[in-house]
């Protein structure tokens, strides 16, 4: 969800709070620049700000056409019936030939995709403006992924001639001078000079390794931009700007399209023929019909209307739709705005949305099932109850940890350990996915050192080894750990616990049918003082004393044993 | 013996008609007062006997020096005896252990006089023929209690001279409690088996137990507070028919993670700075081979009456293996087997365990936490139906405003047509986090104090059960 920062229309708050939740949107928060700022800085810093009241909207992530003051009023005008949805139209300039942008077969090898249009005649004023270029870096943030998949440039047409050329080329042989800059660079050199620009580093990796950058020229060889990184200095657009130029450079020619529709749809309205645009040798700004039933609708949301009153439904979405006459069908046309429509299923929400949420009847689905726990969980629910009642206390620790938590702190090597590695970890809490619950229980000794001892601690849950047979390479293994630790080691205790742990899992001591412990030699136990568990003639699990330097390794001071094993044999 | 003196106080409290003073009956029946508190409070154990209000009085004592005087007189009048008539050396007269205090005092109150002329050093002659001696008497007075005779004036003179002082006495107000009586029998601590072989408890008196202290703390485990909470949705999704799902998988690839979700393959979700990835096991091999093309044909180019997302999907960015970051990986892999089945039969399926998120950690939001997911596979549901179960299931829960803590919706067409579910089954789900509701619950703020090892072990030993719905 994005959030939208819009100024007060001429409703009250709670008016407002109501529309946004009939439309499908989310109210998030009443604020002002000064209080958003006494937040972040503090009261000092915030006395020179406006405090002009300002709406957070959570949008829906893929409502592109909301997520600027033009497209959201324009949408909430259409929903309350004050006005018609607008027809977007592409036109020919009354004079002269249509703009082209050639592509050449370089831009293969960077970036190879280019769409771009015209917006003629348009009124900037300084609101229109800033919200024009806000538009364009929430777009840039969003479905462009920081400009990897779409760049835009915006240019001012009266400053340059087409035909225009994006092609692609050694960055050595590129050279202009870029925006808010006073020489000229080559590509190389501007690679380098905005390595340390606080905004611009962030994009750099999109083309730096590549043989060739993109770049558009106009005919006389001005270079217009080198996206996605600069526009150039000489068409920069501004509040006097009458003819605005937009290309749109990308790796996905679908999102360049929904892009470029996008900015040129919301500011259409500025124009001296609102809501008409110039798209540049392009067949795009495309409505798309559907054809549906308003059965289909009525059976997916729950309710039963008629098609006509479903028609007006849609159509206050900016879906403007018509009853066909042919049965219960329903022509709905999708426009350039909703990229989001690709299915009947979106038109279906749409419907449900200006139908109101909150006027569907809820229903109880009559689905009748039979319960069944997961075998493994259920094992796991009845067991807690149990150990917990044996004395023992609950913890819960993460899944994730460092390297060193399951090997070095344990006396073992990370090789041995079966451990899967995490190749993007933030930080080295976050390298492993545990091998054992051991190192967890200890650090929750380590932070509870104040408690009365002894500290009998237990945790059942699931920890993850490589494992080739399965299709993902790794699976989770359900263990039950626990530990004791107090002045004296108390193995008894530990002990004690292992044939409780039995008796509840109806195994009892034996050594071919029953269970047994054998004594065994572990680098995490004190030697002497480590024994395996066996069940059933398969080992499922090692108890014993810990090692004095496994206990220091964990910052801990006394002694302390411990029991691990598998709960999968026991299903 | 505690016991000591209270049939004694009792007589006494019984003929006195407003009651009496604790230090009072200790004079009277001449014991200690120290005996009398005792009494007091054995006698109080034993119910509405009596009553006693604790008061205070401040009364004055001789100091041991005073004692003395009380006995032999002042050191002035002990200096005037010690004097004869002919007179006495004055070196001798210093040398008596009385001498020098007495010596002066007596000066000053002109019972004796010093000739200096005298042969062999001065000499002391009384100066008059008889004296009173006043601290003395004073100092009688006071020991037999009736200092109140006494002028403040006196008092403080002598306590300036160190012997008297002024004491604090706690002492007990004494009079008859409702069930006042002269005789009273001993009371037993505890019944013992003896005393019910014998049938003995029936004659006895049982000493009272003091009900506003605090009980032995029993020796137990205790189950972790989240945990409780677990149990607690499993029970309500066990009661509403839902069938539990397995999700004993952290590692999931990304195919069944987002490609099977309809999630395109360039969704901010699958960055690097909101997923795990692994470096080992970096890849997943084994895909159902023709549903992995179904998938990749309605990213790519759409179909099933979808647009699709037109980009060039990709196996190897499907084949990149993560740490699961919803569980709805398994509810696609559990609708993916329901597809397979000969006749498509209507489930409901739950689950709750732990997703993961390479997320910026702050006192809300930890890399781990546990989903709770509930799906329903049927033919022919509506929006209305998700909005019913929904209202059920929260209802469950005790939470009236469960807009907040969820999400909710029916899956895609584009992620049910392409595993082979008949066209007119819908699948709705919902999904929520344990830990925000268990905070909400037990009133916790910070994460870090409910899942991990830095928990507060005090806060888990005195956890209530978990009942949602109170």
């Known amino acids: 969800l994005l959030d939208f920062t819009f100024r007060r229309m001429l409703l009250s708050d709670e008016e407002f709070d109501e529309l946004c939740f009939e439309f499908g949107l989310e109210l998030d928060e009443i604020t002002s620049e000064k209080e958003i700022i006494s937040k972040e800085q503090g009261d000092c810093k915030a006395s020179e700000a406006s405090d002009i009241i300002l709406y957070k909207i959570d949008v829906p992530a893929n409502r592109y056409d909301l997520l600027c003051l033009e497209g959201l009023v324009r949408g909430l005008q259409v929903f309350k019936n004050k006005l018609e949805a607008p027809r977007y139209r592409r036109v020919r300039p009354a004079s002269g030939e249509p703009q082209k942008l050639i592509i050449t077969k370089e831009t293969a090898a960077v970036r190879p995709h280019a769409v771009a249009a015209v917006l003629r005649n348009i009124t900037f004023t300084q609101e229109r403006y800033d919200s024009f270029i806000e538009l364009q870096e929430k777009l840039h943030q969003n479905i462009c992924r920081k400009r990897s998949l779409v760049a835009i440039g915006t240019h001012d047409l009266d400053t340059i001639s087409g035909p225009f050329t994006f092609t692609a080329k050694p960055p050595a042989q590129i050279c202009f001078k870029p925006l808010n800059q006073t020489k000229e660079y080559t590509a190389a050199e501007l690679m380098t000079l905005y390595k340390t620009d606080s905004h611009l580093r962030h994009y750099l990796h999109i083309i730096e390794d590549k043989p060739v950058y993109p770049v558009i020229h106009d005919r006389n060889g001005i270079v217009l931009s080198m996206p996605p990184i600069i526009n150039g200095d000489h068409s920069k657009i501004n509040l006097k700007t009458k003819n605005v130029f937009i290309e749109c450079t990308a790796m996905d020619l679908t999102k360049a399209k929904i892009v470029l529709d996008m900015m040129v749809t919301m500011f259409s309205e500025y124009c001296s023929q609102p809501f008409s645009l110039f798209h540049v040798n392009s067949r795009e700004l495309a409505y798309r019909t559907e054809t549906l039933s308003s059965d289909f609708i009525n059976r997916k949301v729950g309710i039963n209307e008629s098609t006509e009153k479903i028609a007006q439904l849609l159509t206050k979405m900016c879906l403007k739709s018509t009853a066909t006459g042919a049965g219960d069908e329903i022509e709905v046309e999708i426009p350039p705005t909703r990229s989001d429509v690709i299915h009947a299923c979106d038109i279906m929400e749409d419907a449900a949305i200006a139908y109101g949420f909150n006027n569907i009847v809820r229903t109880t689905p009559r689905t009748y099932t039979v319960a069944n726990q997961f075998p493994l969980n259920k094992l796991t629910e009845l067991l807690r109850q149990d150990l917990a009642a044996a004395g023992f206390t609950e913890a819960l620790n993460f899944a994730l940890c460092s390297q060193e938590d399951i090997a070095d702190k344990l006396g073992k090597k990370i090789e041995d350990t079966k451990a899967i590695h995490i190749s993007n970890p933030k930080t080295a809490e976050f390298q492993v996915a545990r091998t054992t619950l051991l190192p967890g229980l200890l650090k929750t000794i380590a932070a509870n050192r104040k408690m009365p001892l002894p500290l009998k601690l237990f945790e059942i849950s699931d920890v993850v080894l490589k494992d080739q047979k399965k299709d993902v390479g790794a699976r989770n293994s359900r263990r039950f750990c626990a530990v004791y630790y107090s002045k004296s080691p108390g193995f008894e205790v530990i002990h004690g616990l292992l044939d409780r742990t039995m008796q509840l899992l109806e195994v009892k001591p034996g050594s071919t049918d029953g269970y047994h412990i054998r004594a065994a030699e572990d680098s995490t136990f004190f030697p002497g003082r480590c024994a395996e568990i066996f069940a059933r003639g398969q080992s499922v699990g090692r108890l014993g004393v810990l090692h004095p330097d496994v206990i220091t390794r964990f910052e801990l001071t006394m002694p302390c044993s411990a029991l691990e094993m598998d709960l999968e044999p026991f299903l | ?470």
């Open chain 2, 1 to 470: 013996m505690a016991d000591t003196g209270v049939l004694e106080l009792l007589r006494l409290i019984e003929k006195a008609d407003d009651g009496v003073d604790s230090v009072d009956a200790a004079s009277r029946l001449g014991v200690d007062h120290q005996v009398v508190v005792g009494a007091v409070k054995s006698l109080q154990s034993l119910g509405d006997i009596i009553s006693a209000e604790q008061r205070s009085s401040k009364h004055w004592e001789l100091t041991e020096e005073g004692s003395e005087i009380a006995k032999q007189g002042s050191y002035e009048a002990r200096v005037f005896s010690a004097v004869p008539l002919e007179g006495l050396a004055q070196s001798d007269l210093m040398k008596l252990p009385f001498g020098k205090i007495g010596f002066s005092k007596a000066m000053s109150n002109r019972w004796i006089k010093v000739d200096k002329a005298q042969e062999g050093g001065p000499r002391v002659y009384r100066s008059v023929d008889s004296v009173v001696d006043q601290v003395r008497e004073k100092l009688l007075l006071l020991q037999k209690g009736s200092g109140s005779q006494l002028e403040d004036k006196d008092k403080n003179e002598l306590k300036k001279r160190k012997l008297l002082s002024e004491v604090t006495v706690k002492s007990y107000w004494i009079g008859k409690g409702n069930s006042f009586s002269t005789t009273i029998t001993k009371q037993e601590t505890e019944l013992t088996p003896e005393m019910i072989a014998s049938g003995s408890w029936k004659e006895k008196k049982f000493k009272p137990y003091n009900f506003e202290a605090m009980g032995v703390a029993p020796d137990c485990g205790h189950l972790h507070p989240l945990m409780k909470v677990r149990t607690q949705f499993r029970q309500i999704f066990l009661e509403m028919g839902f069938t539990e799902m397995p999700t004993n998988n952290f590692i999931e690839s990304s195919f069944w993670n987002f490609d099977s979700l309809f999630q395109p393959q360039q969704h901010p979700a699958r960055d690097q700075h909101d997923t795990f990835f692994l470096s080992d096991p970096a890849l997943s091999h084994e895909f159902p081979q023709d549903y992995l093309e179904r998938v990749k044909r309605v990213h790519s180019e759409g179909g099933y009456g979808s647009q699709g997302y037109m980009y060039d999907w990709k196996i190897e960015e499907a084949q990149k293996n993560i740490l699961r970051t919803h569980t709805t990986a398994v509810s696609a892999r559990m609708l993916y087997k329901l597809a397979q089945q000969e006749k498509f039969t209507p489930v409901k399926y739950f689950s709750i365990d732990r997703v993961f998120r390479n997320e910026t950690l702050d006192a809300t939001h930890l890399a781990e936490f546990h989903q709770i997911e509930g799906v329903v596979a049927d033919y022919g549901l509506t929006l209305g139906d998700l909005m019913g179960i929904l209202h059920q299931f929260f209802t469950k829960l005790g939470l009236k405003k469960w807009v907040e803590v969820g999400n909710s919706g029916v899956f895609r067409p584009e992620m049910l047509l392409p595993m082979g579910l008949p066209e007119d089954v819908s699948v709705i789900a919902w999904g929520l986090s344990l830990e925000r509701p268990t905070m909400i619950k037990y009133g916790i703020n910070n994460i870090r104090e409910l899942v991990g090892h830095k928990v507060n072990l005090q806060m888990v030993y005195d956890g209530p059960i978990c009942r949602l719905d109170s």
